[in-house]
């Protein structure tokens, strides 16, 4: 038996997020031994407070056939509570053979490298795989299901649904009246859907209301600018900054330097905001006086302040010249790149839907009639019917 303390054997490494369990050289011959051994792992993984990658090393390990069950039971509980994957290194034939044996009719993968590094490796291939999976497999982004909405008797959307996943530039197009910025609305809590469902993150917020939607992680931009027209163009992304800023009056007044703090750390994130959108030379500017083109830039920037997970633009394109049209879809695809914000863009220009978009869906009349990738919708027959051969 060697020397080593339990202690030493388990070693949880943080910032790799592996649990390391060295039965190397032991010789494990009564249920105390192994007992002693799992209530020090277990101890440790409970008081971590999260889940491990498990590197298990029997090098030169040998446990003794009438406790390989309860080695076994104990190993399996500990992976069930803690282990977001496990692997094992042994050289010695036979204990490999009798964790396979285990592993057979204990149901788990047996995982058994030669050495440490190549276990490290799997580790590391699984964590990829992880990564890779648990944003898109694990839980829904975004999913609007079967919405419908009617105003009187008009129907709005009737049974629209649809997916965006988080990362992504999905578009909603359709002629005018389709019920593209309805559905827009339905997503912000701003209307709430007759019928139908919308997850979030996982979770149903169909019933939340707007500033509940807002709170989550949506901003938005108006087919009309809604800006403060007498306010400057930094008062008015200040104002984005509204639901982040934790002070009130009263605090304000007792800790006056805290939201002093407080107000300098807004500034200086507006501040960012700005000098990314270059509308540095306006900031003093009412909004009333700006071009149309530039006021929408200054209610993307209110938006930006919000920080948000999604960003809902309501044709932040309209009424612009080509120039400024270019720099908008360059500002859209930078903030989704930089920041890795989700966006839903609503927009006529077909050019630029098909240039910047992940994801396309196709309203008409209220219906989803096509859904897909650029390329799919472009050329999808009943698109070109309904919409892209149509001007207006
Ligand atoms: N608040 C409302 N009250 C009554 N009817 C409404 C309301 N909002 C939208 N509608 C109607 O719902 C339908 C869809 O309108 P919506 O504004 O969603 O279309 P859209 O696709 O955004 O059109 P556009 O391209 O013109 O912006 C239209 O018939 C519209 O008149
Ligand atoms: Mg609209």
Redo the contacts with the bound molecule.
């Keep these: 038996m060697s020397e080593r303390t339990v202690q030493d054997r388990v070693k949880l490494h943080d910032d790799i997020g592996v649990a390391e369990f060295d039965f190397s050289d032991m010789n494990l011959t009564t249920q105390a031994q192994v007992d002693e051994f799992y209530d020090e792992a277990e101890r440790r993984l409970a008081a971590s407070n999260r889940q491990w990658y498990f590197l298990v090393i029997y090098t030169n390990c040998v446990i003794a056939p009438e406790v390989w069950d309860r080695f076994a039971a104990r190993g399996k509980n500990t992976n069930i509570g803690y282990s977001l994957g496990t692997v094992r290194v042994g050289t010695s034939a036979r204990t490999r053979d009798a964790i396979r044996e285990h592993a057979g009719r204990a149901m788990f993968r047996a995982n058994i490298f030669d050495s440490r590094d190549q276990a490290m490796f799997a580790i590391g291939e699984m964590r990829k795989r992880r990564e890779v999976l648990g944003a898109d497999a694990a839980e829904v982004f975004l999913r609007v299901e079967d919405i419908h909405l009617s ?1 009187g008797g ?1 129907r ?1 959307l009737s049974g629209v649904g649809f997916q965006v996943d988080r990362g992504e530039i999905y578009s909603i197009i ?1 002629p ?7 559905m827009l609305n339905v997503i912000s809590g701003f209307y709430r859907p007759n019928r139908g469902q919308i997850i979030f993150e996982g979770k149903d917020r169909t019933h939340l209301p707007a500033h509940a939607v807002a709170a989550l992680g949506f901003a938005r931009t108006f ?1 009309n600018i809604a800006l403060f027209k007498g306010m400057t163009t930094l008062d008015n992304i200040m104002t984005g900054r509204s639901l982040k800023m934790k002070s009130n009056f009263l605090t304000d007044a007792l800790y006056w330097g805290l939201a002093q703090k407080e107000e300098i750390a807004h500034r200086e994130q507006v501040e960012r905001i700005i000098d990314f959108l270059e509308i540095q030379a306006i900031r003093k500017t009412p909004v009333g006086r700006l071009p149309y083109g530039l006021q929408k830039r200054v209610e993307l920037a209110r938006a930006l302040a919000m920080e948000a997970k999604v960003l809902l633009l309501d044709e932040p394109m309209a009424g612009m010249n080509v120039e400024e049209k270019e720099d908008m879809a360059r500002f859209i695809l930078d903030v989704n790149e930089q920041w890795g914000t989700t966006i839903i863009l ?1 927009e006529h220009d077909m050019g630029v839907v098909m240039d910047i978009s992940t994801h396309v869906v196709v ?1 008409d009349y209220g219906l989803k009639i096509a859904e897909g990738t650029p390329d799919e919708v472009r050329g999808d027959p009943v698109v070109i019917r309904a919409y892209l051969g149509v001007a207006h």
């Design positions: 105003f008009v709005a359709g005018n009246g389709a019920g593209k910025t309805s087919q609503i309203l």
